[in-house]
């Protein structure tokens, strides 16, 4: 595993970043503006970089706005028992979306508060079909949800995946299903923990507590993630900044289903499972 983090800065309010990525020659995207010395200069750099030390710095100091990126190789990838799903497709909102924003109508016992529900009652609306081209996954905005092409849900059912079920997204100015995709509604809750020692919450009450994303390096969980008798499960705990949503795990199985048909659209990390 690498770790990278994406970056991005203006020449004129970062200038000792851009002269430093500029000494060690590493490649950046100019997103032109108003005026060049305005142009948002993005790039990658791996926590292996020579550079990295002095990037750092500069960046906790100058408060650079940068993501964190894991970067698995295909093998760790196949050998992990399981992985966890990153949402990579946006494509769109739920429907109507202010409604959607405010209530999340899709969701049972929506605490406003926290953002965290029970378990999904409604199909999810879309505005139009989605227009993947190559990509055979997607997920909407706000939602941490997974849906895909029904190419993609034919292979499940016959390969015998388990752990999910296919829901309906319905185009809301006809009230039709979608003809191009399906949710892969998953409800399974797993009955193995995260660790998160010290990782930080976004709410804590009596009667939720939300930490805040794991977005650097591998998610740990318990032995019991190595006894689940289904393929697709969520975390029990919850996560998230403002919204809440559950991370999505998938076995190996399903990993190898996805690599061999070479379906495109999410990205699979692989979880540490702790003896």
């Known amino acids: ?157 016959a390969a015998g995946i388990t752990g999910w079920t296919p829901r309906n997204v319905i185009i809301h100015n006809t009230g039709k299903p979608s003809k191009e995709i399906l949710q892969i509604a998953v409800s399974k809750i797993t009955d193995a923990s995260a660790i998160l020692n010290n990782h930080p919450t976004s709410t804590s009450n009596s009667s939720a507590t939300k930490y805040m994303p794991h977005v650097r390096g591998t998610l740990k969980f318990t032995h019991e993630l190595l006894s689940e008798p289904v393929d697709i499960v969520l975390s029990k705990e919850w996560f998230g900044d403002r919204t809440a949503f559950r991370e999505i795990l998938v076995s190996q199985k399903v990993t190898k289903l996805i690599i061999e048909n070479k379906w495109n659209g999410l990205a699979l990390e692989p979880v540490d499972i702790m003896s």
């Not at 409604?99 to 879309?126: C, M, N, P």
């Open 1 to 157: 595993m690498k770790i990278r983090h994406r970056v991005t800065i203006t020449e004129s309010k970062d200038p000792e970043v851009f002269a430093l990525i500029s000494q060690y020659c590493i490649s950046f995207k100019r997103t032109p503006l108003f005026k060049p010395e305005q142009d948002l200069i993005t790039f990658v750099v791996s926590e292996d970089d020579e550079v990295w030390g002095k990037l750092e710095r500069l960046i906790k100091e100058n408060h650079v706005p940068s993501i964190v990126q894991n970067d698995f190789s295909k093998k760790e990838i196949l050998q992990a028992a399981w992985c966890r799903v990153r949402l990579v497709n946006h494509v769109g909102y739920p429907q109507p979306e202010d409604e959607w924003l405010s209530t999340k109508f899709t969701y049972a016992d929506f605490d406003r508060e926290s953002g965290i529900f029970s378990h999904q009652v409604e199909d999810f609306r879309i505005k139009q079909e989605p227009q993947l081209k190559n990509k055979h996954f997607m997920d909407l905005t706000w939602p941490h949800e997974m849906f895909a092409q029904k190419e993609v849900i034919e292979k499940l059912q």
